[in-house]
Structure formats: C-alpha cells, structure tokens
C-alpha cells in the first residue's frame, strides 16, 4: 500500500524535473550508495519511518488541474519496497508518473515500469569505475543491467552524468558519451555538480566547446545544464 512509502518531502511543482513537463516531486528515503556530490544526501539513510501518503494524496489531488504529473525521486526511490504501489496511487489520481533513479535496483525497475511514463536514469561514470564514485564495489554492474532494460522496454527516458573534474576528465567523458550512443541511448545531459566545501568548483569553462560539441553530435538531445 502506498502508506508504506517512506516520503521524506515533496515539491509542489518543478519545471525541471521533468523535461517538458510541469510536475510535482516525490522524495523517498533511502539509497545504497554515498556519492560525495549528492544532493539529497539527508536522504540516503533508511530510517524516515512509513507515512505521509493520505495527506499528500489530499494536496495533490487539488493540483491536478495544473500539474502535468508526478516525478518520484529521492535517495534511490527503487529502494522502497512500496514504491509500485506508490506509483499506482498516482495513476489512478490521473496523473502521468516520472522516476528519477540511479539503477541500483533492476530488477525492481523492471517490475516497477508499467505504471511509469518516463525515466531518469543517472549514469555516474564509466560502468567498471563506478566504485570511485558510490563507494561501492562493482556497483556499475546493476545500472548496466537497468540501462538494457530501458533500453527495451519503449518507455520514454533519458540518461545524465553529473560532472566534476575529480572524477571525469574529457577523455573519460568523451568515451563514456561515445559508449552511450553507440548502446542506443538518444537522450543524454550533463550536469554540473554542487559540491560543498572545501570541494573546489568546476572551472567555468569545463567541460570545453569542442568537447559539447563532440558530445551534441551523438544524441539526438544533448545539454550542459547547471546542478
């Protein structure tokens, strides 16, 4: 039942969290991995208890006239064993469903995906380096297998990498773009990471042109954004 989610916090409504789509967003508690430049990092343990889902239901239900749907986020949403009925919930109150999810979790990804329009899958890194960035060995392996299937499934969705130069320099960036179209992905952003103190900042003009350019030419939609 969707009362077994662990909802951790929400916004009313976001123009960015789904492209092209005014939506409303989900955060769910919980995820295996420690990214240094997560930005929910309150939100990577599992001890939110259940609840929150009957009176969030209530204020959403008085935005659908607006809302063009609702984005499940997190922490790793997938990691909440209730999310598929959270996500049914939300069908049945009209609403388009969206997810935004690291692939830790395939196999409930794919359990999850008819009740899902549209996904976000972040892609951190090369597959076989995902260690320096989750902390956690061979931890590329499932977002591979979640990939594939995304890849077959029809529905709508689209990868990004969060960059910063202690992790991704532009050859790594480079190949990884190149490795992403040549599997069939078509939609692909980077995005610039926040990360706090004493972290230095990205240069402003990293990644370079040429490499944007390289990049552009891969996908059939391709963007540098800012975090």
């Known amino acids: 039942m969707p009362e077994r989610a662990r909802i951790a916090g929400w916004e009313p409504c976001s123009s960015c969290d ?9 955060f769910l508690a919980g995820c295996p991995w420690r990214c240094a430049y997560c930005h929910n990092a309150h ?24 809302l063009d749907g609702v984005v499940v986020s997190g922490g790793e949403p997938l990691a909440d064993p209730a999310l598929p009925e959270l996500l049914q919930a939300l069908r049945e109150m009209g609403f388009a469903t969206g997810l935004h999810t690291g692939g ?6 794919q359990r999850a995906l008819p009740w899902l329009d549209w996904v976000g899958l972040d892609i951190k890194t090369a597959f076989d380096d995902y260690h320096t960035v989750t902390g956690v060995p061979r931890s590329g392996e499932p977002v591979r297998r979640s990939l594939d299937i995304l890849l077959t499934s029809g529905i709508e969705f689209e990868c990004r990498t969060t960059l910063h130069p202690a992790w991704h320099d532009e050859t790594a960036l480079a190949a ?52």
């Open 104 to 109: 830790a979790y395939p196999d409930r990804l």
């Open 43 to 66: 939100l990577q343990s599992a001890s939110q208890p259940p609840g929150g889902w009957l009176a969030l239901a209530e204020r959403l239900a008085a935005r659908t006239a607006f």
């Open 18 to 26: 789904w492209p092209g789509r005014l939506a409303a967003v989900l």
């Open 176 to 227: 990884l773009a190149a490795e992403l179209a040549a599997l069939g992905v078509k939609h692909y952003h980077w995005q610039t990471a926040r990360l706090p103190k004493p972290w230095p900042a990205a240069p402003a003009d990293w990644p370079g042109s040429l490499l944007l350019q390289q990049a552009e030419r891969l996908f059939e939609a391709f963007s540098l954004r800012a975090a």
